[in-house]
């Protein structure tokens, strides 16, 4: 049994997480091998509109499983709207997924191709009062996927990675932050969606929206090593290095995947 919670090791991995969340192996789990020809090209689907406030980012967390950047979500200061989704989605958290070495890392695939991670951005839909409350509906949250590619240095993400070494174990949180920005809005050309899934994390609810973007944003080796100076353990416990930090792709079983690209 996971006694000592999930997370991504032999014991405790993916693998093992059905015995204790029997909807791992749910209808619309996440995420998916996306295959490029597969998708069903839907000339409808309109652009997503991103609209992120930087100062209403609040703290910076080594939750332990990966490292995330909450958002004050009391206001639409910060949304997501239109694009393939109805209504008003407001911003709750980003945070990543990424490998022990630059060739995987990323949740999402492409024909089977991995990148070096992959960011999240997690949105509510306001029709509900909360977070917590939209997490349980299946049109609950929207998270939009956008694939990190090692290239040129990505000055939007060191703002995140300067403060990771305040954060590197468990539970370490970082208040004082410079207004963080999530790395890019997404590029519009080339995204999947909506596709039913889930949380790709316990308890992987299947309450997700998903939008991935085709177009990677850039990360240079060096940011890359930066992630993996985090821990998964807490401050006195045995070190263990975050990375692999992932949860590979699941079965469709039926799903479309539609795309507004050719």
Known sequence: TMSHGWGYAADNGPGRWCENFPIADGPRQSPIDIKAGEAEHDAHLQPLRLRYDPAASIDLLNNGHSVQVTFADDSDSSTLTEGPISGTYRLKQFHFHWGACDARGSEHTVDGTEYAAELHLVHWNTKYGSFAEAASQSDGLAVVGVFLQIGEENLHLQTVIDAFNSIKEKVRQADDLPNLTPASSCPHRWT???????????????????????????????????????????????????????????????????????
């Not at 997700?208 to 944003?217: D, G, H, L």
């Open 192 to 262: 999947t969606g909506p596709t039913d899934g889930s949380l790709t994390t316990p308890p992987l609810l299947e309450s997700v929206t998903w939008i991935v973007c085709r177009e990677p944003i850039s990360v240079s080796s060096a940011q890359m090593e930066k992630f993996r100076i985090l821990l998964f353990s807490a401050e006195g416990e045995e070190p263990c290095c975050m990375s692999d930090n992932y949860r590979p792709p699941q079965e469709l079983k039926g799903r479309r995947v539609r795309a507004s690209f050719k």
